[in-house]
């Protein structure tokens, strides 16, 4: 049941077309005005192109068109009511002309404004993404540890088979989880001694600046901000959650899979107090703890990624 949910919510556009397509199939069969039964037509089409980009927009028309002349082959005399059948003909072309026009132009300009949005968001990510590594220039030991999260949980994501968009966010995620950290004393961070509850209290919420910082930017990284906000949260299996499911269900994806390359990357870099593990016992670390701190797919994924990149080493 959780898979179809999933699936669903994935799908949801290209599924809300074809239902769309499949009411004005239905229209066709029960309404003998042609102009409505074509009308209907326009429905899908849009929606398609509104929704999904210029070529499913067109896939749409196409397939519309099919259908009609199905129809038109089944039952012609509701589709050639003219004097002439050239009128007829010229009456269903100019239609279907109209129909692929009208998908091309809006998806089109879905196309555009997509690749508007996706420029202004490079842009902010560029200039958050300067913001970090200066953050990490005033501390040696995190030197190039957003870069190589970021990596890692791209690859995790890929290994997951998540989609191209899901994979996009989790990669400026990972370039941009400690962004919070740039509120925090760049002493605080270097310190080497044991930290005060103060100190250790504002490390704690540097996830939640991060996001809050992120939202500061408006809907251009909105997919991006729960993640960062939840990267620090630990897994929970079912079993724990029995009398609180919605917690595990608000925790993203996208944060499960920080959440243990972040992790995965602090076991094997160097700090002032202590020396980084090795991979090899860096993977065990988070191979015991999956299913309590760590989701447990995304630990097969992130095993499955390591041990293909420690064979080459």
Known sequence: MERFKKYLFKNFEAILVFVVLV?????TYFFKDLSIVLNFYYL????????LGRRSGLLTAILSILLVIVFATIYPARFFTHNTLLQDIGRLSSWAGFLILASITVGSLYEMNKRQLYDLQN???GILEILSKYLESTDRYTKGHSVRVSELAMEIAIAMELNRTDV?????????HDIGKVEVSGEILRKAANLTTEERDQIDKHAEKGAMILSSVGSVLKEVVPIVMAHHEYFSSNENFKNDTIKERETPIGARILAVADSFDAMTTDRPYRKGMPPWQ?????????GKQFDPQVVEAFKRVLDKKLETI
């Open 23 to 27: 009411s004005a199939a239905f229209g």
């Open 44 to 51: 899908p089409v849009l929606v398609g192109a509104y929704l």
């Open 123 to 125: 842009a902010y990510v």
């Open 168 to 176: 996009e966010n989790i990669r400026v995620a990972g370039l941009l």
């Open 282 to 290: 860096a993977r065990e670390q988070i191979m015991v703890n999956a």
